[in-house]
């Protein structure tokens, strides 16, 4: 039999709540966090508004001196990871060099440094070059990520990142999962961040047509999943981390236990880059394989956690998706959308929801999907709309999916 995995740490940096009880406050009651854009002047933009997170300290995380030479989701990770660390009750400095050699850190993210590399350009461009940080190469890749995080908490084992669009934190959940299963490591800090609002990353969406410009005058009102009247998503920031370990390691260090992952799995449409099929049938057998490793069946299911995106196509094929993996019971889960409130984190996303739904199992209440003003016929299961619902939740899902063709899907099991 496979060890048993659990999540015994939660760190969060969200546009609705700077740490975990902020959040969950805030995901409870409904509360927007989506704004005027205020890091920069986006009149001159299609879109003003996004899930932004104007009261984040970045120099509370990062020295000063080096803050020209990361990402903005360098500070975001090490806040939500410190967070995550002292949750689930560990100190760094106290541990031995084997102790830290057994944690590894595994990031998911989209765009990762994509902000820090359009700044570098800007400045370059702009005929600023004695700006431009000695490190705009390595800073501006993907990998270095994971390693800021590393050497901030000093843990020596694996140290990667996973990018694969929406997915990337739901997969990188995953994949630290199944490590801790094959007796590799037993704890990893893992999670998902992303800071993608920039001017140049909003004019790329909004080429795209993904973005709502709709909304410019009401930002808390602009997503809007599964609602007739959604035209696309807005973008978010954030980060949201976990401790996740061998369920033997966390009892023996007597961890409080959030919940148990009991399944993953993640499958490829091989449809388009951006455009999702309109058959539900490749997000429909994540959900199925993970509930088959789970050893569960759709009536086991309290609660699903939704990727919702307030994309048209999006919305709709989420639906056919859990009504084929669910069946008939698919219409009695009560489900939420997170984006909501919180706006599109995009390779952050799945952490976040993975967050949300702890938040939910551990309080018995469901969060909203607040927005949801216009009903949609073709999305028509219960998104639990602007009002949270008590529920006991033994079992939940929290399904993703994204560019590429990917999707997602994890199970949680409550712990006694």
């Known amino acids: 039999m496979l060890p048993r995995v659990v999540i015994t740490g939660l760190g969060v940096i969200s546009p609705n709540g700077m740490g975990k009880a902020a959040f969950c406050q805030g995901i409870l009651t409904g509360t927007s966090g989506v704004k005027r854009i205020s890091r920069f002047d986006p009149a001159d933009l299609p879109v003003h508004i996004a899930g932004e997170i104007p009261d984040f300290d970045e120099l509370a995380w990062v020295d000063p001196r080096e803050r020209k030479h990361v990402s903005r989701v360098v500070p975001l990770a090490v806040a939500a990871s410190a967070e995550a660390i002292h949750d689930a009750g560990l100190d760094p400095a106290a541990m031995s060099m084997e102790e830290k050699r057994e944690i590894g850190v595994i990031l998911g993210t989209g ?138 390691h966390a009892r023996v260090r007597g961890a409080r236990i959030y919940a148990e992952i009991a399944g993953y799995a993640s499958t490829c449409e091989a449809f388009h880059r951006v455009r ?25 299911i309290h609660y699903v956690n939704l990727h919702g995106t307030s994309t048209e196509m999006n919305d709709r094929v989420e639906t056919r998706a859990l009504k084929l993996a669910l069946g008939a019971h698919a219409g009695k889960i009560p489900m939420s959308g997170l984006k909501s409130q919180i706006g599109h984190t995009q390779g952050a996303c799945g952490a976040a929801s993975l967050a949300a739904t702890l938040v939910a199992m551990e309080h018995g209440k469901i969060p909203p999907t607040i927005n949801l003003d216009v009903p949609d016929p073709e999305c028509d299961l219960d998104y639990v709309p602007d009002v949270g619902r008590r529920a006991q939740i033994e079992h939940a899902i929290c399904n993703c999916v994204g560019f590429g063709s990917k999707n997602s899907a994890l199970i949680l099991r409550q712990t006694a």
């Open 111 to 248: 765009g990762g440094a994509q902000e820090f590399s359009e700044e570098q350009y800007r400045l370059w461009h702009s005929g600023h070059v004695k700006q431009v940080s000695l490190f705009c190469i390595p800073s501006g890749t993907m990998g270095t990520i994971p390693s800021e995080v590393s050497m901030r908490f000093g843990f020596r084992g694996y140290s990667h990142v996973i990018t694969t669009g929406c997915t990337s934190s739901t997969d990188a959940i995953g994949y630290a999962y199944q490590h801790i299963q094959a007796g590799v490591q037993p704890m990893f800090l893992v999670g998902g961040v992303d800071a993608p609002i920039t001017p140049g990353i909003i004019k790329g969406y909004s080429l795209l047509r993904a973005l709502t410009a709709s909304w410019n005058h009401a930002p808390e009102r602009a997503s809007r999943p599964f609602s007739a009247d959604r035209d696309g998503f807005v973008l978010a920031e954030g980060s949201w981390m976990f401790i996740v370990e061998d369920y033997h």
């Open 276 to 300: 999702m099929s309109d058959s539900p049938e490749e997000p429909a057998r994540a959900i199925t394989e993970a509930l088959e490793e789970a050893r569960l069946s759709a009536e086991d």
